[in-house]
């Protein structure tokens, strides 16, 4: 199978000023994201969708694609992604390229351990799934309702980790890992969709940076490498 892998990267990012170009582990934010996606060799084609010159110049320095300027109604503070996902695979098609499948990485979680990029992959294509997405297990016990609180578990019979049988571990959904057949994400317009897989990732690779604080933190997995 061929992938096209997509980093959408919007300017005028207001949480923190010029994020995706921030410096972090000593790269700007993007090119972890960029470096992952090159190093993997079933994936064709890394481009990068933004709507700003300037992180246009910094993605092809680090190696991506940034054939065309997104346009401006696809750079709005309400933008969801899949419209950014179609309009990049729909330039791609017009220009001979049909990528059997789209990877979305997003840059906001640029901290994916060596390997995992390529196994999740690896597992899209073993399962025969039409899609995917990146997941961390959660052990958290969740309520919702402030004013008339609901637990959304049994709070009385409160159960351990180690007695949650694996059918009934929850997951979170990480940000980090999106795969989707074109042909699919062409007709549903959905990220998601068809036979769907999940691809569990380690705790401090399903981190999203939103504000200064997570660069910090995320700053600190880094520097440690490949962790145990």
Same mark, same amino acid.
């Given at each position: 199978?061929?992938?096209?892998?997509?980093?959408?990267?919007?300017?005028?990012?207001?949480?923190?000023?010029?994020?995706?170009?921030?410096?972090?582990?000593?790269?700007?934010?993007?090119?972890?994201?960029?470096?992952?996606?090159?190093?993997?060799?079933?994936?064709?084609?890394?481009?990068?969708?933004?709507?700003?010159?300037?992180?246009?110049?910094?993605?092809?320095?680090?190696?991506?694609?940034?054939?065309?300027?997104?346009?401006?109604?696809?750079?709005?503070?309400?933008?969801?992604?899949?419209?950014?996902?179609?309009?990049?695979?729909? !330039? #791609?098609?017009? %220009? $001979?390229? /049909?990528?059997?499948?789209?990877?979305? =990485?997003?840059?906001?979680?640029?901290? @994916?351990?060596?390997?995992?990029?390529?196994?999740?992959?690896?597992?899209?294509?073993?399962?025969?799934?039409?899609?995917?997405?990146?997941?961390?297990?959660?052990?958290?016990?969740?309520?919702?309702?402030?004013?008339?609180?609901?637990?959304?578990?049994?709070?009385?019979?409160?159960?351990?980790?180690?007695?949650?049988?694996?059918?009934?571990? !929850? #997951?979170?959904? %990480? $940000?980090? /890992?999106?795969?989707?057949?074109?042909? =699919?994400?062409?007709?549903?317009?959905? @990220?998601?969709?068809?036979?769907?897989?999940?691809?569990?990732?380690?705790?401090?690779?399903?981190?999203?940076?939103?504000?200064?604080?997570?660069?910090?933190?995320?700053?600190?997995?880094?520097?440690?490498?490949?962790?145990?």
């Amino acid at each position: 199978m061929q992938y096209l892998a997509i980093i959408p990267a919007r300017g005028g990012s207001k949480g923190v000023p010029g994020k995706n170009i921030r410096e972090i582990g000593g790269k700007p934010l993007i090119a972890w994201s960029i470096g992952q996606a090159k190093a993997v060799s079933a994936i064709a084609r890394v481009a990068v969708s933004t709507d700003d010159p300037v992180i246009a110049a910094v993605a092809r320095e680090y190696g991506a694609e940034v054939p065309f300027q997104r346009p401006e109604a696809l750079a709005r503070d309400t933008t969801p992604t899949e419209p950014v996902m179609l309009h990049a695979v729909d !330039w #791609y098609q017009k %220009n $001979g390229f /049909i990528p059997d499948a789209v990877i979305l =990485l997003q840059p906001t979680s640029p901290w @994916r351990r060596p390997g995992s990029l390529a196994a999740a992959i690896a597992r899209f294509e073993q399962t025969m799934a039409d899609s995917l997405l990146g997941v961390c297990e959660n052990h958290h016990f969740f309520w919702k309702n402030e004013d008339q609180p609901e637990a959304l578990y049994d709070f009385r019979n409160r159960p351990r980790r180690q007695d949650i049988s694996r059918e009934d571990r !929850w #997951y979170r959904e %990480n $940000g980090s /890992i999106y795969i989707t057949r074109t042909r =699919l994400l062409m007709d549903g317009g959905n @990220r998601l969709g068809g036979k769907i897989a999940m691809y569990p990732m380690q705790e401090d690779e399903s981190w999203e940076i939103d504000s200064l604080a997570d660069f910090a933190i995320v700053a600190a997995f880094i520097s440690h490498g490949d962790m145990p």
